[in-house]
Nanobody, 121 residues
């Protein structure tokens, strides 16, 4: 069974930093694209940043210059370094990974349970 587990969320003052981690566990053949998403109360889930298996990245305009996505393929882990946090960054942050469990099956998306990030004034 494949599981994604986020950690690193918490309460931080505006201007502060947090580093989120997402660890993939279970029997896996390959991990493709990975990404961070967030959902604030009353809002739809939105893309924060994505990273390909080769390390190419892209992120939402709202976090450019403040957030950095990275991954360590050896340890099946993805990170989100969040600097200069703002109250509007408050949300539950989810990781997603495109995973193939076996060489003969297509990849599908797997999601973590989410980690709460709260930024206070």
């Amino acid at each position: 069974q494949v599981q994604l587990a986020e950690s690193g969320g918490g309460l931080v003052q505006a201007g502060g930093s947090l580093r989120l981690s997402c660890i993939v566990s279970g029997s896996i053949y390959a991990i493709g694209d990975m990404g961070w998403y967030r959902q604030a109360p009353g809002k739809q889930r939105e893309l924060v940043a994505v990273i390909t298996s080769g390390g190419a990245t892209n992120c939402a305009d709202s976090v450019k210059g403040r957030f950095t996505i990275s991954r360590d393929n050896t340890y099946k882990t993805m990170y989100l370094q969040m600097n200069s946090l703002k109250p509007e960054d408050t949300a539950v942050y989810y990781c997603k990974a495109d995973i193939s469990r076996w060489s003969f099956t297509p990849a599908r998306d797997y999601w973590g349970q989410g980690t709460q990030v709260t930024v206070s004034l």
